[in-house]
Each structure stands twice: as C-alpha cells, then as structure tokens.
C-alpha cells in the first residue's frame, strides 16, 4: 500500500467515531432515584469575615409575617433544663450560629458531619444574618429531620440595650430570612444572645410566640484558649438527665467540632441519649428562672458595657414570674405580653 493511501486509511480509522458500546447489559429499570447523600460541612469555614460585601444584606420584611402561635402555658420566662422522670437520660445538644452586622461568620463543619453521621438529634440556634448569608446551608439544616431550627435573633444584639423597634427586628427579622431561604415553618424558640434579657425583651421574645431558651451547661467553647479536652472536661462535668448543652457552631468554638465525638463517646456510655429541645420539653417538665444568665443570676450583666449598641439602659425590672407554677406542663395557651412587637 502506498504510504499516502496508509497514513490515509489510518486517519479516517482514528477520526472515525467509536462503535456503539454492546448492548448486552439490561436496560436499567425504573424506580425511585436513590437519595442523594448530604453534601459534607467539612472542610470547616471557620473564619470570620469582618466588612466583607457578602455581608451587606437587606434587612427582609418582617411586618407581612403571618400572626405568631401562642406561647404554651409554662415556657414564660428563661429555660434552662428540663426535668425528667426518674431513670430518663436525655440530653439537649444546641449549638449557636451566631453573625452580626458586618460580617460574615463561618461554620464548624465537622458539628454537622459528626452529628449526621452518627444519627444525632440537635437544635441549632441561628442568627437571621447568619441565615442571609448562608442560605443554602441554612436550607440544608432545616431540610435534616434530625436538626431543629431556632432563632438566634437578626444580627446578635443585647437585647437588653436595644430600643422597641430593634427589638422587634431583632426577634422577627430571623423568621423572615428563614422564609425567604424556603423554610416553612416558624421557630418555637429563641436564644438571648450573650444569655442576656431584661422583662421588656422576655415579654417581646414570648409574645412572638417562642419561648426562651437558655442553658444549664456552658461548654465553654467561644473561648479560643478552650482547648477540645476542657470543652470535653466542662461538658461532662455539668450534663445530668434533661441539660440543654449550649455551644457554637459558627466557627468562634474553636475546638467544639475535635470535642464533639469525645462527648458523645462519653455520654452514650453512662446511658444518655439525645434529643432536640423540643422532644426534650415534651418529655418532662420545664425549670423556668425568672432571670437570663450564664452560670449564676446577674453574671451577664457584664455585657451591658456594650451600651454603645444603642445606648439604651437597661431594665432592671425582673422578669414577669412564670404563668404558672414552675413545672406546669407545656400545653394549652398563655395570653401575649403587652409591649410586644407586632408580628
Ligand atoms: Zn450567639
């Protein structure tokens, strides 16, 4: 063969499409399509951006919000642990994803993988900022049916210092941004943020229709010198049969998501087993303190020196006692503070 007609017949052989696969394998039968996995939280984002423009979002109209539910009888005031029958070992892990104006805050990935991965049932806390700026990880937390989504107010003000319009932009502007990221539901439950509340923003909390929760254990963890062993150390040291946990999940616990699966190790041994706050609540009975604060009444008062947020003193009125006594079940309706927001 001549060389022309060979470098030819060799080009048309390498241009040529390929032949059709064989078709010996059955077509593929028609089903339901498998779940897609959940796509993973890690690598962690735990960087804090400070005046970036992905922070610059609007504040979402709050006023066309549908009439807020009815608190339940028994959840006025400040929530800190449930109690339980005798025997009962149930832990409420929550975890905050707290952003304020002019950042945007990042997100511990390895809470949520390690949650997910091993089937664990939490409530995260989130900042209506937080959920501007993050919509489609908001959207993948409130789409887990393990997860329960909270409020954590609009961009994590001292709710103390804030006069009545940011108060209520504070309380209703977070359900807004949830609904505008597809979430169709409305929060039950709202976290002070720094633990800090006055009568005035209990009362406007409660007549938006959530109830306060707070903590009875710190883990500890906003603190970058809490390394992951004192996280664990803290946690273990406070837990009992019906704790709510409070740790963060916006990246400022520095070393809650290396912690995580050392508590969950610990308390699966000694029995526990874990529960969204809301299962927690319909489990037991509610301990309502008349006042918000950390570890002891009054030691969140040192966040008032933030009085530049509005310079606003605050209330030192005590909070309204509960409706009803301390440990009345979380059935049936309490009437709406007076001052509150209208939704
Ligand atoms: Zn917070």
């Known amino acids: 063969m001549p060389l022309p007609l060979r470098a ?26 498998p779940a897609a996995a959940p796509r993973p939280w890690s690598p962690s984002e735990k960087a804090i951006a400070k005046g970036s423009p992905r922070a610059r979002v609007a504040v979402p109209d709050f006023t066309a919000l549908p009439p807020a539910p009815l608190l339940p ?10 109690d339980l029958p005798p025997g009962e070992k149930l832990v409420a892990l929550t975890f905050d994803l707290c952003e304020t ?13 390690t949650l997910r991965r091993r089937g664990i049932a939490a409530t995260f806390f989130v900042g209506g900022h937080w959920a501007a700026t993050h919509p489609e990880r908001f959207r993948e937390l409130a789409a887990d049916p393990r997860f329960e989504i909270a409020n ?37 439950y709202l976290r002070f943020p720094f633990g800090a509340c006055d009568a005035r923003s209990m009362a406007a ?30 946690t273990m040291r406070g837990v009992r049969p019906g704790s709510i946990v409070l740790a963060h999940a916006n990246g400022r616990g520095f070393h809650t998501g290396a912690a995580l699966p050392r508590i969950l190790d610990r308390l699966t ?36 020196h933030w009085a530049a947020l509005g310079g606003r003193k605050p209330s030192t009125k005590p ?16 009437k709406p503070a007076a001052g509150a927001p209208t939704p």
């Not at 080009?11 to 039968?29: R, S």
């Not at 104006?101 to 993988?113: C, F, H, L, N, S």
Request: glycine share 8%; proline share 9%.
């Open 319 to 334: 909070l309204a006692a509960p409706e009803r006594p301390f440990g009345a079940p979380a059935t049936g309706t309490a």
């Open 73 to 82: 009888a028994g959840l006025a005031g400040s929530v800190r642990r449930v």
């Open 152 to 188: 954590h107010t609009w961009t994590h003000a001292n709710l103390r210092l804030v006069d009545d319009a940011r108060l209520a932009r504070e309380i209703l502007a977070p359900e807004a941004a949830f609904a505008e990221a597809g979430w169709q539901a409305r929060s039950k």
């Open 205 to 234: 909390v409660n007549a938006a229709g959530m109830a306060a929760i707070q903590w009875d254990v710190s883990t500890g963890d906003p603190s970058p010198f809490a390394s992951a062993d004192m996280i664990v150390a803290e």
């Open 269 to 304: 041994a000694q029995g526990y087993h874990f529960v969204s706050v809301g299962d927690l609540l319909a489990r037991g009975r509610p301990v309502v303190t008349p006042t918000c604060y950390d570890s002891h009444p009054g030691d969140t008062d040192k966040y008032d």
């Open 101 to 113: 104006a002019g950042e945007v805050a990042g997100y511990d990935g390895e809470i949520v993988d």
């Open 8 to 33: 030819f017949l060799l080009a048309t052989l390498l241009l040529a499409p390929l032949p059709a696969a064989a078709t010996d394998t059955p077509p593929p039968v028609a089903g339901p399509a």
